[in-house]
C-alpha cells in the first residue's frame, strides 16, 4: 500500500454554500464532553464571546462581498444546520473561509457554561478520508448571510 491523496467531497451545493467553515480550538476553552470552569470562561475573549453569542471570524473582503460589517449579525448556514451568530472581522482569516471556536454551545453543566455560544459540531460536517481511515472536519460548505 502507497500512500496517496484522495479529495474528498463535501455536502452542498458550492453556489449555496460558497464559503468554507473551518473549527478551531483555543486554550481558554476546554473541549469535548467537559464543559469550562468559570475562571477560563471568564477569559474567553470577547472576540468569540460576547455574554452568550458566539461570534464567528471572518476576512473583511469576504464580509464585504456579501454586505456584511464587523459586530453584525449574521445566519451561519451549512448543510447539517444554522445558526445566528456575531461577525468579527480580521485580516489574519483566509478570505472565503468562517472560522469557529469549538468547546461552546453545552446544553447542560451550571449557569456559568450551559446556553454560552452554539456547539460547533451542529455544523460541522465529519467525513472519512478513504486514505486513512480517520474523520475529517475540515471541508465543510458554509453561506454566511445577513440575520
Not at 460576547?50 to 471572518?58: D, F, Q, R, T
Not at 453545552?106 to 474523520?135: C, M, R, S, W
Amino acid at each position: 500500500y502507497l500512500p496517496h491523496f484522495a479529495a474528498l467531497a463535501p455536502s452542498g451545493d458550492e453556489k449555496e454554500f460558497p464559503l468554507w467553515l473551518v473549527s478551531y480550538q483555543t486554550m481558554f476553552i476546554t473541549n469535548g464532553y467537559h464543559a469550562n470552569p468559570p475562571f477560563m470562561t471568564k477569559g474567553i475573549f470577547d472576540f468569540i464571546l460576547k455574554g452568550n453569542e458566539l461570534l464567528v471570524e471572518a476576512n473583511p473582503q469576504t464580509a464585504k462581498s456579501i454586505g456584511l460589517g464587523d459586530g453584525q449579525r449574521a445566519l451561519l448556514k451549512t448543510p447539517q444546520g444554522e445558526f445566528a451568530v456575531i461577525l468579527h472581522l480580521s485580516a489574519g482569516a483566509r478570505p472565503g473561509v468562517v472560522y469557529i471556536v469549538h468547546g461552546l454551545g453545552h446544553k447542560g453543566y451550571d449557569q456559568y457554561i450551559q446556553g454560552k455560544g452554539i456547539n460547533a459540531n451542529n455544523l460541522i460536517e465529519v467525513q472519512v478520508d478513504p486514505v486513512t481511515g480517520f474523520g475529517t472536519v475540515w471541508a465543510t460548505r458554509a453561506q454566511l448571510r445577513r440575520a
